[in-house]
């Protein structure tokens, strides 16, 4: 499977961080350290991707502003085809702002995303041809509801995986999640996902379980410093936890380094829990980089940490 291309449908923002020096102090002026760099979810996914090796288009919409001019010139710097992307002008291009604690933990962030509703169903029409030809399709819920349902109805033959994103996010989802490949959410987001409450690992599984029995192939919970768990239809349950790092520098990233790398082992035909393992690796990647993506992100990188970090 590994000699075509996937294709990406969803958000691309620029990020702006701000990570205070000590404690937060709410409803005050903390001291710290402000950085800017470009994200949205399945942008970040692909430039990862991309780092990796891999081969990938990206569908998405930007404003004639400076921002718009940074996210495609720097994914198209990090390997991502940014040639089908839609300028819309007089619209701000997506902007994601986030507060991070002295830990690198967020602790607050704030997104503007307004133009994502111009990611619209006649767009995904004009460019139908390039999602046709794909081998893997990755998406968000920034997604307009009417374009994601398009989505799932005319390409639903080719895997289409999803990143929840968050909370508010995942119930944009919920009520179609059996039509996709693959979900990865965090512990919060399944339980949105499943409706069931999750308190301790015999609950994660049981949530896992009714998100896949609602027509999903696979499922890959993340726990954070916790590590992770995959489920998939056929009942395989697998766990991967590597040693966490003493020092986060930007938590960010962590998810979309692991989606990505989630992706990349799917089409390079990996052993699932080698993928689990070698995303578990590239998470740990993104939050040793200020960056939102590891520029350094490889193959030989993540190895590196597998080696350092199994328990």
């Known amino acids: 499977m590994n000699g075509g291309y996937i294709t990406g449908i969803g958000a691309a923002n620029v990020d702006i961080h701000g990570r205070s020096n000590n404690q937060l102090n709410m409803r005050d002026s903390n001291p710290g350290r402000m950085h800017v760099s470009c994200g949205g979810v399945t942008r970040n ?8 090796g891999g081969t990938c288009k990206l569908m998405t919409v930007v404003g004639d502003d400076i921002y718009g001019q940074k996210i495609l010139s720097e ?3 990090a390997g991502v085809d940014v040639s089908h992307v839609l300028t819309v002008n007089g619209v701000p291009s997506s902007t994601y702002m986030s507060i991070l604690d002295h830990d690198g933990d967020m602790a607050v962030a704030l997104s503007d995303m307004n133009i994502m509703k111009h990611l619209s169903v006649d767009y995904l029409k004009a460019n139908a041809e390039v999602i046709r030809n794909s081998i893997l399709i ?8 009417e374009a994601m349902q398009y989505l799932l109805a005319e390409h639903g033959d080719i895997p289409i995986y999803v990143d929840p994103v968050s909370v508010a996010y995942a119930g944009c989802v919920r009520d179609c999640i059996g039509s996709f490949f693959a979900a990865k959410p965090n512990v919060l987001e399944c339980e949105v996902l499943s409706g069931m409450k999750i308190t301790d ?7 896992a379980q009714a998100v896949i029995d609602k027509g999903l192939e696979e499922i890959y919970v993340s726990m954070g410093r916790n590590g992770c768990v995959y489920l998939n239809k056929d009942g ?21 380094a692991f989606m990505a790398m989630m992706i990349y082992g799917h089409v390079h035909g990996f052993d ?13 990647a993104a939050i040793s980089s200020p960056d939102t993506i590891n520029r350094d992100i490889s193959i030989e990188l993540i190895e590196k940490i597998l080696e350092e970090n199994r328990k």
């Open 138 to 145: 990755v998406c968000d819920p920034s997604i307009p509801a």
């Open 75 to 77: 994914s198209a710097l």
């Open 236 to 256: 395989t349950l697998l766990r991967s936890q590597l040693r966490p790092l003493n020092e986060v520098v930007n938590a960010t990233g962590a998810g979309d």
């Open 45 to 52: 996914i692909l430039e990862n991707y991309a780092r990796l």
């Open 272 to 284: 699932r829990q080698k993928a689990l393992d070698y995303a578990s690796a590239a998470g740990i």
């Open 201 to 207: 690992s015999d609950q994660l599984v049981q949530a």
